[in-house]
């Protein structure tokens, strides 16, 4: 059988509201599609729907829940990564983002992912050349399910000698998604060059990622007064921020956090 989402809401006695914004953030929305005609939720749709309202229900929260009704992992992921098959791991992270959304395909699947291989690569010390073509084929599926038109409000850039662009991939998709352009400057952005895009573009929000404090000491944030600065990274623990500098921990947070800026 298949529901329209009134139908779904109704029978799981949520509002339209709270179902379009599981929909949107977390990727539990419905699976079928019919040409000319709204989506529809299927049997699995509800299933996932009806285990999130318990989660939500019993205190867990909305992110965390969402997470939990998706493997921690894909198998054709994990297969594909193992056979160095960039092109495969490509198209299945883009079905993925385009199944469940950018932040939850990341969160629940992809982030675990390379926390594990890094892990393995860690303890065994070989496999760096998997981590290499994963980290690449993730940055291309970002790359081709998030693209917004129009004039940048957002600002991405590395640290001055941060190698680790990803995130900013990963957050430009996020916000494409969402219907908002960013300049992406990706990895080691000279303190100068990050200056000098801000004021040419004159975003609404720059944004800066660093994964090692002495790269993260380097980014010029006395040089960016004016525009609201957010900066993410563990290489941010122990720098001390200006006041009107901010500082998120998560790819949600994140999002959020700018489109209330913008």
């Known amino acids: 059988m298949e529901w329209s989402a009134g139908a779904v809401a109704r029978m799981l ?7 379009r914004t599981w929909d949107r953030r977390y990727g539990l929305g419905p699976s079928t599609r019919h040409e000319g005609k709204h989506r529809r939720y299927n049997e699995d749709d509800v299933a996932r729907l009806k285990r999130m309202v318990e989660l939500t ?6 992110a965390s829940a969402a997470a939990s009704l998706t493997p921690a992992g894909d198998p054709d992921f994990w297969a594909a990564a193992d056979q160095l098959d960039a092109a495969r791991m490509r198209r299945v992270a883009v079905s993925l983002i385009a199944r469940h959304g950018v932040v939850h395909t990341w969160d ?16 065994a010390s070989c496999g760096v050349e998997v981590e290499h073509v994963a980290s690449g084929s993730i940055s291309d ?15 991405l850039a590395c640290a001055p000698d941060e190698q680790h662009s990803l995130p900013l991939d990963v957050l430009a998709a996020a916000l494409a998604e969402r219907g908002h352009a960013s300049r992406n400057l990706g990895a080691r952005v000279p303190a100068a060059a990050l200056v000098s ?15 090692d404090r002495v790269y993260a000491e380097q ?9 609201p600065v957010l900066v993410a990274g563990p290489g941010w623990d122990a720098v001390p921020l200006p006041g009107e ?10 999002v959020e956090t700018i489109l209330n800026r913008i």
């Open 57 to 62: 229900e019993s205190g867990v929260a909305p």
């Open 197 to 211: 895009a801000a004021s040419r573009l004159k975003p609404r929000v720059v944004f800066v990622w660093a994964h």
């Open 245 to 254: 500098v901010q500082r998120v921990d998560a790819l949600t947070t994140a």
């Open 108 to 123: 629940a699947v992809l982030m675990p992912f390379l926390v594990e291989l890094g892990e393995r690569v860690s303890s």
């Open 13 to 19: 006695g949520i509002s339209p509201t709270t179902l």
């Open 219 to 227: 980014v010029p944030l006395d040089r960016l007064e004016g525009t």
């Open 141 to 155: 599926a970002m790359r081709v399910s998030g693209v917004a038109l129009g004039e940048p409000a957002v600002l």
